[in-house]
T-cell receptor
Framework: DTGVSQDPRHKITKRGQNVTFRCDPI?????LYWYRQTLGQGPEFLTY????????KSRLLSDRFSAERPKGSFSTLEIQRTEQGDSAMYLC????????????FGSGTRLTVV | QKEVEQNSGPLSVPEGAIASLNCTYS??????FFWYRQYSGKSPELIMF????GDKEDGRFTAQLNKASQYVSLLIRDSQPSDSATYLC??????????????FGTGTLLAVQP
Protein backbone atom coordinates (compact mmCIF):
# COMPACT_ATOMS: atom_id res chain seq x y z
CA ASP A 1 0.00 0.00 0.00
CA THR A 2 1.83 3.08 -1.25
CA GLY A 3 -1.02 5.53 -0.83
CA VAL A 4 -2.84 7.46 -3.50
CA SER A 5 -0.58 8.40 -6.40
CA GLN A 6 -1.19 11.29 -8.79
CA ASP A 7 0.67 12.15 -11.95
CA PRO A 8 1.95 14.61 -12.97
CA ARG A 9 2.69 16.68 -9.87
CA HIS A 10 2.82 19.88 -11.87
CA LYS A 11 1.51 20.81 -15.30
CA ILE A 12 1.90 24.10 -17.14
CA THR A 13 -0.12 24.39 -20.30
CA LYS A 14 -1.15 27.05 -22.75
CA ARG A 15 -4.73 28.19 -22.87
CA GLY A 16 -6.73 26.08 -25.28
CA GLN A 17 -4.63 22.93 -24.88
CA ASN A 18 -5.97 19.66 -23.52
CA VAL A 19 -4.51 18.09 -20.38
CA THR A 20 -4.98 14.71 -18.70
CA PHE A 21 -4.24 13.77 -15.13
CA ARG A 22 -3.96 10.29 -13.67
CA CYS A 23 -4.84 8.97 -10.22
CA ASP A 24 -3.93 5.55 -8.83
CA PRO A 25 -5.93 4.92 -5.64
CA ILE A 26 -5.04 2.63 -2.78
CA UNK A 27 -5.51 -0.84 -4.26
CA UNK A 28 -8.38 -2.09 -2.10
CA UNK A 29 -10.33 1.19 -2.27
CA UNK A 30 -13.34 1.00 -4.55
CA UNK A 31 -14.41 4.62 -4.12
CA LEU A 32 -12.51 7.39 -5.91
CA TYR A 33 -13.14 11.12 -5.76
CA TRP A 34 -11.79 14.11 -7.67
CA TYR A 35 -11.66 17.55 -6.08
CA ARG A 36 -10.39 20.93 -7.20
CA GLN A 37 -8.80 23.45 -4.88
CA THR A 38 -7.98 27.05 -5.67
CA LEU A 39 -5.91 29.39 -3.52
CA GLY A 40 -7.59 30.28 -0.26
CA GLN A 41 -10.45 27.84 -0.74
CA GLY A 42 -11.20 24.38 0.52
CA PRO A 43 -11.34 21.41 -1.85
CA GLU A 44 -14.47 21.41 -4.03
CA PHE A 45 -16.07 18.14 -5.07
CA LEU A 46 -15.94 17.37 -8.80
CA THR A 47 -16.90 13.74 -9.32
CA TYR A 48 -17.13 10.30 -7.70
CA UNK A 49 -16.59 6.73 -8.88
CA UNK A 50 -17.62 3.53 -7.22
CA UNK A 51 -15.59 0.88 -8.99
CA UNK A 52 -15.84 1.83 -12.68
CA UNK A 53 -19.20 3.61 -12.42
CA UNK A 54 -19.24 7.40 -12.29
CA UNK A 55 -22.08 7.99 -9.86
CA UNK A 56 -22.05 11.73 -9.37
CA LYS A 57 -20.76 14.82 -11.16
CA SER A 58 -20.73 18.30 -9.71
CA ARG A 59 -22.11 21.25 -11.61
CA LEU A 60 -18.52 22.52 -11.44
CA LEU A 61 -17.63 19.82 -13.96
CA SER A 62 -18.39 21.57 -17.25
CA ASP A 63 -18.59 19.80 -20.60
CA ARG A 64 -14.87 20.43 -21.03
CA PHE A 65 -14.13 18.06 -18.17
CA SER A 66 -14.35 14.31 -18.43
CA ALA A 67 -13.32 11.62 -16.01
CA GLU A 68 -13.00 7.88 -16.42
CA ARG A 69 -12.15 4.88 -14.33
CA PRO A 70 -12.22 2.15 -16.97
CA LYS A 71 -11.36 -0.93 -14.94
CA GLY A 72 -12.25 0.27 -11.50
CA SER A 73 -8.62 0.89 -10.67
CA PHE A 74 -6.84 4.05 -11.86
CA SER A 75 -8.77 7.11 -12.99
CA THR A 76 -8.08 9.91 -15.45
CA LEU A 77 -9.39 13.47 -15.48
CA GLU A 78 -9.20 15.30 -18.81
CA ILE A 79 -9.73 18.99 -19.35
CA GLN A 80 -10.27 20.07 -22.93
CA ARG A 81 -9.61 23.58 -24.24
CA THR A 82 -8.14 24.75 -20.95
CA GLU A 83 -8.93 28.22 -19.65
CA GLN A 84 -7.02 30.34 -17.15
CA GLY A 85 -9.80 29.73 -14.64
CA ASP A 86 -8.92 26.03 -14.68
CA SER A 87 -5.65 26.80 -12.87
CA ALA A 88 -5.92 24.96 -9.57
CA MET A 89 -4.73 21.97 -7.58
CA TYR A 90 -6.57 18.84 -8.67
CA LEU A 91 -6.84 16.34 -5.85
CA CYS A 92 -7.73 12.69 -6.02
CA UNK A 93 -8.91 10.78 -2.96
CA UNK A 94 -9.91 7.21 -2.35
CA UNK A 95 -11.85 5.34 0.28
CA UNK A 96 -13.10 1.82 0.74
CA UNK A 97 -16.81 1.16 1.01
CA UNK A 98 -17.97 1.04 4.57
CA UNK A 99 -14.77 2.63 5.81
CA UNK A 100 -15.99 5.78 7.42
CA UNK A 101 -12.75 7.33 8.49
CA UNK A 102 -12.51 9.87 5.69
CA UNK A 103 -10.46 10.08 2.57
CA UNK A 104 -6.84 9.50 1.79
CA PHE A 105 -5.72 12.21 -0.61
CA GLY A 106 -3.01 11.98 -3.20
CA SER A 107 -0.33 14.64 -3.51
CA GLY A 108 -2.36 16.48 -6.13
CA THR A 109 -1.64 17.84 -9.59
CA ARG A 110 -1.06 21.57 -9.75
CA LEU A 111 -2.27 22.95 -13.07
CA THR A 112 -1.19 26.34 -14.34
CA VAL A 113 -2.82 27.62 -17.52
CA VAL A 114 -0.89 30.46 -19.15
CA GLN B 1 -25.45 29.91 3.54
CA LYS B 2 -22.38 27.78 2.90
CA GLU B 3 -22.63 24.16 3.94
CA VAL B 4 -19.48 24.33 6.05
CA GLU B 5 -18.21 27.61 7.45
CA GLN B 6 -14.87 28.44 9.02
CA ASN B 7 -13.14 31.66 9.94
CA SER B 8 -10.33 32.04 7.41
CA GLY B 9 -7.99 33.58 9.98
CA PRO B 10 -5.11 33.90 10.31
CA LEU B 11 -5.29 32.70 13.89
CA SER B 12 -2.04 33.58 15.60
CA VAL B 13 -1.07 31.89 18.87
CA PRO B 14 2.20 31.81 20.80
CA GLU B 15 4.17 28.58 21.05
CA GLY B 16 2.86 26.41 23.89
CA ALA B 17 -0.62 27.95 23.89
CA ILE B 18 -3.93 26.27 23.02
CA ALA B 19 -5.22 26.92 19.50
CA SER B 20 -8.98 26.73 19.07
CA LEU B 21 -10.41 26.25 15.59
CA ASN B 22 -14.13 26.40 14.92
CA CYS B 23 -16.52 25.17 12.26
CA THR B 24 -20.27 25.29 11.74
CA TYR B 25 -22.32 23.24 9.30
CA SER B 26 -25.78 23.63 7.82
CA UNK B 27 -27.02 20.04 7.26
CA UNK B 28 -28.59 18.94 10.53
CA UNK B 29 -28.57 15.33 9.32
CA UNK B 30 -24.77 15.16 9.01
CA UNK B 31 -23.23 12.41 11.09
CA UNK B 32 -19.48 12.41 10.43
CA PHE B 33 -17.01 15.23 10.83
CA PHE B 34 -13.35 15.48 9.94
CA TRP B 35 -10.40 17.77 10.48
CA TYR B 36 -7.64 17.90 7.89
CA ARG B 37 -4.32 19.73 8.11
CA GLN B 38 -2.86 21.22 4.95
CA TYR B 39 0.62 22.65 4.72
CA SER B 40 1.24 25.23 2.02
CA GLY B 41 1.55 23.58 -1.38
CA LYS B 42 0.69 20.13 -0.03
CA SER B 43 -2.46 18.01 -0.05
CA PRO B 44 -4.79 17.69 2.97
CA GLU B 45 -3.90 15.17 5.66
CA LEU B 46 -6.54 13.67 7.96
CA ILE B 47 -5.82 14.35 11.63
CA MET B 48 -9.11 13.74 13.45
CA PHE B 49 -12.63 12.47 12.90
CA UNK B 50 -15.62 12.52 15.24
CA UNK B 51 -19.13 11.07 15.09
CA UNK B 52 -20.55 11.44 18.58
CA UNK B 53 -21.42 14.49 20.63
CA GLY B 54 -18.73 15.43 23.09
CA ASP B 55 -14.97 15.36 23.00
CA LYS B 56 -12.51 13.05 21.32
CA GLU B 57 -8.85 13.28 22.22
CA ASP B 58 -5.81 12.12 20.26
CA GLY B 59 -2.49 13.28 21.61
CA ARG B 60 -2.36 17.07 21.56
CA PHE B 61 -5.55 17.26 19.50
CA THR B 62 -9.13 17.31 20.81
CA ALA B 63 -12.15 17.39 18.52
CA GLN B 64 -15.44 18.62 19.98
CA LEU B 65 -18.87 18.06 18.45
CA ASN B 66 -22.20 19.65 19.35
CA LYS B 67 -24.84 18.42 16.92
CA ALA B 68 -27.61 20.50 18.49
CA SER B 69 -25.64 23.66 17.74
CA GLN B 70 -24.22 22.23 14.49
CA TYR B 71 -20.76 23.10 15.70
CA VAL B 72 -17.41 21.30 15.50
CA SER B 73 -14.14 22.49 16.95
CA LEU B 74 -10.52 21.41 17.11
CA LEU B 75 -8.26 22.23 20.02
CA ILE B 76 -4.50 21.94 19.69
CA ARG B 77 -2.70 21.93 23.02
CA ASP B 78 0.94 22.96 23.45
CA SER B 79 0.96 24.47 19.95
CA GLN B 80 4.24 24.14 18.08
CA PRO B 81 5.56 26.13 15.10
CA SER B 82 5.24 22.91 13.10
CA ASP B 83 1.45 23.10 13.65
CA SER B 84 1.36 26.21 11.47
CA ALA B 85 -0.87 25.21 8.57
CA THR B 86 -4.39 25.56 7.22
CA TYR B 87 -6.94 23.43 9.06
CA LEU B 88 -9.89 22.25 6.99
CA CYS B 89 -13.18 21.16 8.52
CA UNK B 90 -15.11 18.61 6.46
CA UNK B 91 -18.57 17.15 6.83
CA UNK B 92 -19.76 13.93 5.24
CA UNK B 93 -23.02 14.33 3.32
CA UNK B 94 -25.16 11.77 1.55
CA UNK B 95 -27.42 9.11 2.96
CA UNK B 96 -28.80 5.81 1.78
CA UNK B 97 -28.00 5.37 -1.92
CA UNK B 98 -26.64 8.88 -2.38
CA UNK B 99 -22.97 9.65 -2.76
CA UNK B 100 -21.11 9.83 0.50
CA UNK B 101 -18.77 12.72 -0.04
CA UNK B 102 -16.97 15.26 2.08
CA UNK B 103 -17.85 18.94 1.89
CA PHE B 104 -15.02 21.17 3.03
CA GLY B 105 -14.89 24.57 4.61
CA THR B 106 -12.48 27.20 3.32
CA GLY B 107 -10.02 26.44 6.10
CA THR B 108 -8.49 28.41 8.94
CA LEU B 109 -4.86 29.46 8.69
CA LEU B 110 -3.06 28.87 11.98
CA ALA B 111 0.23 30.60 12.71
CA VAL B 112 2.15 29.51 15.83
CA GLN B 113 4.66 32.14 16.84
CA PRO B 114 7.96 30.89 18.38
Amino acid sequence: DTGVSQDPRHKITKRGQNVTFRCDPISEHNRLYWYRQTLGQGPEFLTYFQNEAQLEKSRLLSDRFSAERPKGSFSTLEIQRTEQGDSAMYLCASMTQGYSYGYTFGSGTRLTVV
Amino acid sequence: QKEVEQNSGPLSVPEGAIASLNCTYSDRGSQSFFWYRQYSGKSPELIMFIYSNGDKEDGRFTAQLNKASQYVSLLIRDSQPSDSATYLCAVKVGYGGATNKLIFGTGTLLAVQP
